[in-house]
Each structure stands twice: as structure tokens, then as C-alpha cells.
């Protein structure tokens, strides 16, 4: 038997009420993310405790080094590494003992409480420019390693009135194409996965791996590794923060913010390593294209954690381009 006009007309309203129903009704008010905790919520037992104790520089969830009276730059650390990345670099000239830097610690890293929110762009610029009128710096020099170096290109961007002339850029990320992001990278950053590892048994037994292993030791071989590592096994959303801030964050698609970089007028410095597996070297001349005025200095051999392998020959060029004297010839 055929379907009569009736029963057609009662299989189109429903669906037709819902239509109706979703594009009118009023959104629900929006709700407090949860927090999630950071390694300072840790037992003083805890094998972080050894490997990056809180007070590695002062006791709070930012540090602030240097005269008060001398001049603000801004480090910005990268994807997975914390603050720690920037220990070996020391902006004091002889010449100028004036400079007063900040180590910005990002949502989820570290000694950072992780809100379960995207870690996108505008999440990361955000923070930065909040807390910049937090500690009431009105402008400063911004220096980004890594993931560091996108948000740092995007905040030139997003907040120029607060960049004051000087960017410098260390093995940066911004505009990483999809095809060089290592396919377990894209399934350990996959929501499935993610969800997996939030789970109560994952988080267990990674914590029972960090603490039956001797985490000084293997600091000693490899700190970086150990300190994701730990983060890993200890802190409840890092792994999320990560996930999102590689899917999500100022890691790709920049390319308009290195583009407003370039009409800025801001003075800019590439750093990069010839043998940057994370961030292969091509991407320091991809970036010098779209900042023809920037200067683009090449660390032969040089790999990604060039504030670790290289912290003396980056901080003299940091301490070079930060000078009142410059713009100056980098080495060849």
C-alpha cells in the first residue's frame, strides 16, 4: 500500500519542529572550565621534585629576572618543554646589565594549571598579553623558540601595540606543513587516543614507571626527554594541552602573521638549525621569505634545542640583536 499524504506529512514535521527548535532555542550560559592541576600539586616526594624543583628560579608560575628598572623582554618556550629550555640563557651584557626578562609559562606545562579549553592561537596570545598587564608591562622585546616562535609572530599580530621593536625567532614554528608532523604524533593527538590516556589505569601505570625509575639519572643523559617525561606521567591534562596545541595551536597556518611581521617595522632575528629534525631548516627560509627584512642566522649541525646545545652562541646573538647598536652583520 502506498504512503498517503498524511503519513508523509508525519514523517516531515518532526524533523522539521527539530530544525525549528535548534535554530531558535536560546544557547545555555556558559559554564568554568575545569582546571586541571600542575607539578606544583605534586608531593614533595615526587621524582619532579628532583628534576625541576619550583624554586629553579622563584617560587611562582612565572619568573621575573633582572633589575626592575631595565629593559622587558619576553622568552616564550615551545610545545612540550617547559621554562626549563631557557635555564642556560642569561640576557646580561656587560655592556648593558639592564635587561629584565620573563619566562612565560604556558596553560599545561610545568607549574602551569591546565584549564580544559583549545589551545589555540588566540588562547596562547591571550595569555601572554594578560599577563603582561598582570606584571603592568606596557611593551617588551619577544623572543619565541619553537612553538614559542608562532605565538610570539602572532602576538606581533594580534597585539602590536605591545611588541616594543624586536622579535626573535629560534627554530620556529608557524607555518609546519601537516606532512611534516610525524604520523604517531598525529594518532598520539587524535581525541580517541587522548581520551584513552585520560583514563585512571594509562595515568596509573604511567606514574608507576616514573616513580620506580631514577629520574636524576636520566635527566643527567637526556633533561629534556626526562621532563616530558614526567609531565607526561604527572600532570592530568599535559598530554591534552600538547595534542590540542599541536592540532589547534600556533604550530601551523600562520602565514598572515608572518606576513604582518614583515610590515610591522619591528626589527626581527631568525635562529635555526641546519639539523632541526622537529622543524626542518627549510622552514627558516620559507619564514625569511615572507620577513624579507629579517635576518637569518644558520647554527651548522644545529638541531631543535638550541637553548640546550647552543645556549652560549644564542645567547650572544640574542644579547647582540637586544643591543641598543643594533642592526649588526651576523656571521656567515
Known sequence: MGSTPFHRLALVIPPLFLTIYLLASFPRPPTLPIIHTSLAHLPSSSPSCNVYPEDLWWPVRYWLIGPEDGRRVVLIHGLSIPAIVWKDVHLYSPHEDTVYFSMVYLYGRGYSDAPQVTYDTILHTTQLALLMQHVKWDNAFIIGLSMGGGIATAFSAHFPHLVNGKVALIASAGIIESSDISRTAKFMSTPLVQTVSALPPFQHYMRLLANTSKSSELYEINPIQEIVRLQTAHLPHYNAAV??????????????????????????????????????????SKIHNLVPQADLVTINDGGHDLTVTHASEVNALLLHFLADEYPYKPRE
Do not use: E, W
Not at 589547534?248 to 629534525?277: C, E, M, W, Y
Open 243 to 284: 595534542a590540542s596545541s599541536l592540532r589547534d595551536g600556533p604550530i601551523r597556518g600562520l602565514h598572515f602573521a608572518f606576513q604582518s611581521l614583515a610590515h610591522s617595522g619591528n626589527q626581527v632575528l631568525l635562529i635555526h638549525g641546519t639539523s632541526d629534525k622537529t622543524v626542518p631548516y627549510k622552514y627558516a
